[in-house]
């Protein structure tokens, strides 16, 4: 019996389920970061098993798991579809499997906006659940703030100084992004609640269900990123490399199931700095992982440009 499988049943066993049942254990395809793994039981039952790396990574990523385990809860609040926990470690999580394959371009124009309508909705019902304070459930960076100016700028401070430490290949230097960042950050003082924010939802953390032949939002997964925060943030990973203020279908979703979304100055602002924060995240993060020259390169190529457009962004508005 290999070390995974032994981690499996160990995992089934402190869930309460019989690790006798265990007759299937695959990796899944799709994680970037943490080892993700596909449990089948004898009875056709099926559990994700993620497990945390041990690699190095940036400041924010210690104890992502309890992150992902916070998103879990609140989309259970918030009657999102997602995986449940239904057991857990310091080292891995053990949820329930959620159907679907990750989003791909194998769909229709029509069927994309009404994906996106539906997922508009969804996101809509995360941003009503609302956390005990801002930043971070993880403790990564510290206890939650009484203010999203001061576990925001905490949050952009721990990526700028992980770009240091790694010498990231920035379009800029590291004290221009951060001086152009903090003259934004008055704007920050408008979000009074913090609400729950995935921040990662890009197309591979997305499920579609096809099974009754009418695509469906099936799961929305990897939320080891949550924070309490500002909800306009999510838009940023929602429109990756993009401009959420295109995406008619999934506005028109948002606002009818009650989502604020409205791009005024301020909000412009914050949507800027939020756009800065992901894209220094993604050209940083793939020094501590190793990525490939060819991958690296890649990210260098398109999130450069989406930095530099964002400091843009915020220079004209401040």
Known sequence: MTDSWARARNALEAAGIPPDRLAHLAPLRGGTYN??????????????LKVAP???GLRHERRLLVG?????RGAAEADVPAPRVVARDGSWLLMTWCPGDTWSGAL????????RAELGGQVARLHEVTGPGFGYPTGALGPLAADWRTAFTAMFDAVLADAREYRARLPRPVDEVAAVAR??????????VPRL???????????????????RIGGLIDGERMFWGDPLADFVSLALLQDIRDDEAFLAGYRDAGGHAVFDAPARLRLALYRAYLYLIMLTE???RAVAPDQAE??????????EAALDEIKIGS
């Open 183 to 192: 003259s934004a950050y008055d704007a920050l003082d408008e979000v009074t």
């Open 35 to 48: 080892t993700v793994e596909e449990l089948r039981l004898t009875d056709g039952s099926r559990y994700v």
């Open 68 to 72: 992902e385990a916070e998103f879990y």
């Open 298 to 307: 890649w990210v260098r190529k398109v999130a450069a440009p989406q930095l």
């Open 108 to 115: 229709t124009l029509a069927e994309q906006r009404a994906l």
């Open 286 to 288: 793939t020094i501590p």
């Open 197 to 215: 924010v995935h921040y990662d939802l890009w197309p591979g953390n997305i499920l579609v269900d096809r099974a009754d032949g009418t695509p």
């Open 54 to 56: 041990t690699a190095p």
